[in-house]
């Protein structure tokens, strides 16, 4: 069992930046995936960006990348989503995800995903 505890999520002015993380606890921090989605009122959650433990393949929305930055360190178990360049559509409630179990491969599905931290809000405003 993994628990994933989200922390850092406000608000700020479109152009700024704001940086999310996220601790997990429990199961040992092996081989794994971390990843980031995200989700506004009557829309599906979305994929924004995920990261491998063993050789820290990444990847991104295509709506994010180049201001959007993961990264994460097994030492302490946590994932950070740096955002910069905020727009006003990124506004959502951010969530981070884990995925334990074989194969551990690069997923941007929610089905992808066994574990799921608190979400918390992101709001830029223009």
């Known amino acids: 069992q993994v628990h994933l505890v989200t922390s850092g999520g406000g608000s700020v002015q479109a152009g700024g930046s704001l940086r999310l993380s996220c601790a997990a606890s429990?199961?040992?921090?092996?081989?794994?995936?971390m990843g980031w989605f995200r989700q506004t009122p009557g829309n599906e959650r979305e994929f924004v960006a995920a990261?491998?433990?063993?050789?820290?393949?990444?990847s991104y929305a295509d709506s994010v990348k180049g201001r959007f930055t993961i990264s994460r360190t097994n030492t302490n178990n946590t994932v950070w989503l740096q955002m910069n360049r905020l727009k006003p559509e990124d506004t959502a409630v951010y969530y981070c995800?884990?995925?334990?179990?074989?194969?551990?491969?690069?997923?941007?599905?929610?089905?992808?995903?066994?574990?799921w931290g608190q979400g918390t809000q992101i709001t830029v405003s223009s």
């Open positions: 995800a884990a995925r334990t179990r074989s194969p551990i491969m690069m997923q941007t599905t929610i089905k992808g995903y066994d574990y």
């Open positions: 429990g199961r040992t921090f092996d081989n794994n995936l």
């Open positions: 990261i491998t433990a063993r050789r820290g393949l990444l």
